[in-house]
């Protein structure tokens, strides 16, 4: 599954194809992905400006000034900016058609899905959509801190790691990213969330921070079957410490890594240096 680091090197990627161009048309080659694709973008989207392309949680929102189109990668989307007369692949099943102008000929926007967990929605001008709503701050926001955590956790009893993923706690730390900023942090991922120390998530917040800049900053990914926009796969596990590496010695002290399912996810973490 793409994690906030792909989401943010794929908008990067994207957004300086798209922005300032004009949308000349929608092609849905099925109603839905995820959910039904809505009519706004056929009927609203077609004749607007790209304004921006941004990213809140691992959300696209191509903004316009009628409303922005809203799009999740899902298990396995991805997005191309190509040439419009390149034919469609399988599970191809989305294009955005760009007015061509100066700079560029006429390319489309294609989002190829094969899970169809992703979708492409709409939010218009001055509405913010459910999906968006009660979302936590962006974890490289400056409203993303130790204090911030350790206020938030005050009496809760479920696992720190559980607490960490929560979207309504901070949005984008996905089960590896979590796992590796506990083990930068020295945190038990079973330790009460309410039971961690100010001190603690201080580290626990700078491990975040981070882990997911330093993955951004080398263009994303941690996912093997990732693509960037720019068709190279991006770097994988060996930069990972403990995420996928139960059973192998602890790179800190090396005694072996502990494998456990916590809150229905694989999580590793060493018994020795993180309590
Ligand atoms: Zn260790």
Request: net charge negative; aromatic share 6%.
């Given at each position: 599954m793409p994690e906030l680091p792909e989401v943010e090197t794929t908008r990067a990627g994207l957004a300086p194809h798209l922005e300032g161009r004009r949308v000349a048309g929608a092609v849905l080659r099925r109603p839905d992905l995820r959910w039904p694709i809505p009519d706004a973008i056929e009927r609203v989207l077609p004749g607007q400006r790209i304004e921006a392309v941004r990213r809140r949680a691992k959300y696209l929102l191509i903004d316009t000034a009628a409303g922005s189109a809203l799009l999740h990668l899902g298990m396995s989307g991805s997005l191309r900016?190509?040439?419009?007369?390149?034919?469609?692949?399988?599970?191809?099943?989305?294009?955005?058609?760009?007015?061509?102008?100066?700079?560029?000929?006429?390319?489309?926007?294609?989002?190829?899905?094969?899970?169809?967990?992703?979708c492409l929605l709409w939010q218009p001008h001055g509405e913010v959509h459910a999906l968006l709503r009660g979302l936590g701050p962006e974890p490289l926001s400056d409203g993303f801190d130790g204090d911030y955590l350790f206020e938030l956790s005050r009496g809760r009893k479920a696992p720190v790691k559980t607490f960490l993923m929560d979207q309504a706690v901070v949005v984008g730390v996905g089960n590896i990213y979590a796992a590796e900023a506990l083990f930068a942090a020295r945190i038990s991922p079973l330790r009460a969330a309410g039971r961690v120390s100010r001190e603690r998530y201080t580290a626990l917040?700078?491990?975040?921070?981070?882990?997911?800049?330093?993955?951004?900053?080398?263009?994303?990914?941690?996912?093997?079957?990732?693509?960037?926009?720019?068709?190279?796969?991006?770097?994988?596990?060996?930069?990972l410490s403990a995420y996928g590496r139960g059973g192998e010695p602890c790179p800190r002290c090396g005694r072996a890594l502990k494998q456990a399912s916590i809150g229905q996810r694989a999580t590793v973490w060493c018994g020795h240096c993180q309590r």
């Open positions: 900016v190509l040439p419009a007369q390149l034919p469609p692949r399988t599970h191809d099943h989305v294009d955005l058609i760009l007015e061509e102008d100066a700079r560029s000929p006429r390319q489309v926007l294609r989002f190829n899905d094969p899970r169809r967990f992703g917040a700078d491990a975040v921070k981070a882990i997911l800049g330093h993955a951004i900053a080398r263009g994303g990914t941690t996912l093997r079957d990732f693509i960037s926009p720019d068709g190279a796969p991006g770097y994988f596990e060996q930069e």
